[in-house]
């Protein structure tokens, strides 16, 4: 018996952008097990679906992600899916989470984010760049989304005149990876107006605090110790 958990069931995301949600899969049976991830409800190419090459232990977790990549040709709306879990060729042992894909309507304020991968030990800083391609001023409230990185915004509510590019500082920062190697954490940062919101997302790139080299001397002293 295997459990699926999606830590969002509303994925919002704005045609020609990218984002990710984390799944967990939790084996609950007695055995290990080998799952095959499927989702429905959407053309081809549009959600990255991860295939497990290892078994899960009975009573573990599992962490993984969802990759969606939305062209802009795809039609705006919510767009109903469907996500199986299946242990075997059967319908018997399978388990199937429903969530919502809500493509935005393209806009005339286009957001990116600069650098697209933010890199730190346990904070990192970046740049969000909006640009207002329409004959109106744009009022935008920057906010973040993520389970593993806060954001800061400095300001976090920025006017954009009609043509003008304005640049917003930010910071993201997680809890500290101490020994283990170098993690990637995602995030979403929406800009919401009045019309609708705008996002585009981006992968927090964490290093060690305590670096190989540095790791590999405190060995060595405490080998000297000995």
């Known amino acids: 018996m295997i459990t699926a958990l999606l830590h969002s069931r509303d994925v919002h995301i704005a045609p020609g952008a990218s984002t990710e949600i984390v799944l967990e899969l939790v084996n609950n049976g007695r055995e290990p097990i080998l799952p095959r991830i499927n989702v429905s409800g959407a053309p081809p190419g549009v959600v990255a679906v991860p295939q497990l090459t290892q078994p899960i232990a009975p009573g573990e977790t599992h962490r993984t992600s969802l990759g969606f990549a939305v062209p802009r040709t795809f039609s705006s709306g919510r767009h109903q899916l469907s996500l199986r879990v299946r242990t075997d060729d059967t319908e018997t042992d399978s388990t199937a989470v429903s969530f919502t894909l809500s493509v935005l309507a393209l806009d ?4 990116s984010i600069s650098p697209a991968s933010v890199r730190g030990r346990w904070r990192g800083r970046f740049k969000v760049v909006l640009h207002n391609r329409s004959n ?13 990185v806060s954001i800061k915004f400095k300001p976090s509510r920025v006017r954009v ?3 003008e590019r304005t640049t917003t500082r930010a910071v993201a920062w997680s809890k500290p990876v101490l020994f283990s ?3 990637r954490k995602s995030f979403t940062v929406l800009a ?11 992968v927090f790139s964490q290093r060690p605090l305590v670096g190989g080299f540095a790791r590999r001397m405190v060995l060595i002293l405490a080998m000297l110790a000995l």
């Open 108 to 111: 005339n304020v286009a957001i």
């Open 136 to 148: 109106a001023a744009t009022e935008l409230d920057l906010i973040a989304q993520s389970d593993d």
């Open 161 to 163: 005149r009609p043509g």
């Open 181 to 183: 190697t170098s993690s």
């Open 192 to 202: 919401k107006a009045r019309s609708r919101p705008l996002q585009t997302g981006a």
